[in-house]
């Protein structure tokens, strides 16, 4: 399983960006996808997941009611949407794969990708 990730980028607080994680090497239906993000000094952080199959979501407080994750099924793709973008958003941000449930911390996911930089200004 491959995982690219793209749409990192520069944005003013209350900003939009668009992540991408297309996903290549293996058969997705049964996966669970995660999104994470990390700063310098502190833990990989859970944002949120979807399961491929089903589309169920979950998110993590922080990011509830201004992320949205979707998936593209015929490009393999999983987006995160991210709106309302405060400065405290400001991280690198992998996508996951794992397969089965979700999970809600990091070593539950197999497959990483190479993380995009997202930075929010103020």
Do not use: H
Request: with cysteine; charged share 15%; proline share 2%.
């Amino acid at each position: 399983v491959q995982l690219q990730a793209s749409g990192g980028g520069l944005v003013q607080a209350g900003g939009s960006l668009r992540l991408s994680c297309a996903a290549s090497g293996g058969i997705f239906s049964s996966y669970n996808m995660g999104w994470f993000r990390q700063v310098p000094g502190k833990e990989r952080e859970f944002v949120g997941g979807i399961m491929w199959n089903f589309g169920g979501t979950v998110y993590a407080d922080s990011v509830k009611g201004r992320f949205t994750i979707s998936t593209d099924n015929a490009k393999n793709t999983v987006y995160l949407q991210m709106n309302s973008l405060k400065p405290e958003d400001t991280a690198v941000y992998y996508c996951a794969a794992r397969y089965g449930v979700y999970r809600d911390y990091a070593s539950g996911y197999a497959y990483w990708g190479q993380g995009t930089q997202v930075t929010v200004s103020s």
